[in-house]
Antibody, heavy 118, light 107 residues
Framework: QVQLQESGPGLVTPSETLSLTCTVS????????WNWIRQPPGKGLEWIGY???????DYNPSLKSRVTISVDTSKNQFSLNLSSVTAADTAVYYC????????????WGQGTLVTVSS | DIQMTQSPSSLSASVGDRVTITCRAS??????LAWYQQKPGKVPKLLIY???TLQSGVPSRFSGSGSGTDFTLTISSLQPEDVATYYC?????????FGGGTKVEIK
């Protein structure tokens, strides 16, 4: 069974960079789309972007100037960097795996709350 | 970007009722639509993909239909465990936008 686990700081200072890592177990990262999705407290889901196992990426245009997603196949991990954060970036961040050949989400991590505050 | 509009934003229905949730895309997306269920305090769960294909293990009272711009998620007989917020998501092209969600409660 595929499992995903987010890790990273739960508190980030405004204007700094939010960095999260997703560790994948129970399967290889060398296939599928690997997504980052977030959910502000009490609000809906927002797709941030994904990386394909080949290394190609696509991002939400609303965040594109601040987002970088990368993959480390040797560690079976992929990562999210979101720069110049503000309080509006406070959210539960989910890493998630797509399905074979498609980017809808088949497996989700448990999510990690990141708060942006000084 | 293609916008995804769900309606209603919330509904209240009785156990056993048939419930229908609508998701409309601002441009055609063929059948590249998924539905998710998120119970309170929990991680979203995939219910349906390709607009109408039921994910393995999902109860058969859930069904999806539609193509192009108009899609529906139907719960044929609402159960107490179906209390959740339901989201649609397009995945034909980026951004893979989610709908705003529909909160389903028991009357």
């Amino acid at each position: 069974q595929v499992q995903l686990q987010e890790s990273g700081p739960g508190l980030v200072t405004p204007s700094e960079t939010l960095s999260l890592t997703c560790t994948v177990s129970g399967g290889s990262i060398s296939t599928y789309y690997w997504n980052w999705i977030r959910q502000p407290p009490g609000k809906g889901l927002e797709w941030i972007g994904y990386i394909y196992y080949s290394g190609s990426t696509d991002y939400n245009p609303s965040l594109k100037s601040r987002v970088t997603i990368s993959v480390d196949t040797s560690k079976n991990q992929f990562s999210l960097n979101l720069s110049s954060v503000t309080a509006a970036d406070t959210a539960v961040y989910y890493c998630a795996r797509g399905s074979l050949g498609y980017s809808y989400v088949r497996y989700w991590g448990q999510g990690t709350l990141v708060t942006v505050s000084s | 970007d293609i916008q995804m509009t769900q309606s209603p934003s919330s509904l209240s229905a009785s156990v056993g009722d048939r419930v229908t949730i609508t998701c409309r895309a601002s441009q055609g997306i063929r059948n590249y639509l998924a539905w998710y269920q998120q119970k309170p305090g929990k991680v979203p769960k995939l219910l349906i993909y390709a607009a109408s294909t039921l994910q393995s293990g999902v109860p058969s009272r859930f069904s999806g239909s539609g193509s192009g711009t108009d899609f529906t998620l139907t719960i044929s007989s609402l159960q107490p465990e179906d209390v959740a917020t339901y989201y649609c998501q397009k995945y034909n092209s980026v951004p893979n936008t989610f709908g705003g969600g529909t909160k389903v409660e028991i009357k």
